[in-house]
């Protein structure tokens, strides 16, 4: 499950990323919602990754 957990906060990682590239500083609105909540999914999802996987390997995986 942790694997899981980790494969998908590593596959939303490059999207939040994109997102708030994409804001223009904050000035879109759509995207700059989209790259915060898509960012905080991604950071949660991590989070619970590591509660079963070492810290080195997750984050390896995770960037």
């Known amino acids: 499950m942790a694997w899981t ?20 500083g904050f000035r879109h609105l759509g995207f700059s919602v989209l790259g ?3 960012a905080t ?5 991590l989070t619970f990754a590591l509660r079963d996987l070492p810290i ?3 984050y390896a995986v995770w960037v």
Not at 41 to 45: E, F, G, M, R, Y
């Open 36 to 38: 915060v909540t898509v």
């Open 56 to 58: 080195g390997t997750a």
């Open 5 to 24: 957990l980790l494969l998908i906060a590593a596959l939303l990682e490059p999207v939040w990323a994109l997102a708030l590239e994409r804001s223009d």
């Open 41 to 45: 999914a991604s950071l949660t999802l």
